[in-house]
């Protein structure tokens, strides 16, 4: 099986930044697209951004120019680094990823345990 592990979450002010990192583990043979969705209280899960395995990137409106999402792929790891927060950015975060693991090589989502991302003052 595969394990997503998401660390970096916390309690910024408004105009401050974090670093998103999520880690896959197991038997991967592959790994295509990484993602992070957010989903507010109240509100349904929406994507935030992704990456190709590539690297082409795409984001939503409104966390462009803002975050910026980038992978590793030696380490099977996501980052999503978030400047110029805003309180409305407050959600938990949460990466998934579409992996192919070496016993059948079918490409599968995963997704992580989710991290809290709170912007007060």
């Known amino acids: 099986q595969v394990q997503l592990v998401e660390s970096g979450g916390g309690l910024v002010q408004p105009g401050g930044s974090l670093r998103l990192s999520c880690a896959a583990s197991g038997s991967i043979s592959s790994i295509d697209v990484m993602a992070w969705y957010r989903q507010a209280p109240g509100k349904e899960r929406e994507l935030v951004a992704n990456?190709?395995?590539?690297?082409?990137?795409n984001y939503a409106d409104s966390v462009k120019g803002r975050f910026t999402i980038s992978r590793d792929n030696a380490n099977n790891t996501v980052y999503l680094q978030m400047n110029s927060l805003k309180p409305e950015d407050t959600a938990v975060y949460y990466c998934?990823?579409?992996?192919?693991?070496?016993?059948?090589?079918?490409?599968?989502?995963?997704w992580g345990q989710g991290t809290q991302v709170t912007i007060s003052s």
């Open positions: 998934r990823q579409r992996v192919a693991l070496f016993r059948d090589r079918l490409l599968r989502y995963y």
């Open positions: 990456i190709a395995s590539g690297g082409s990137t």
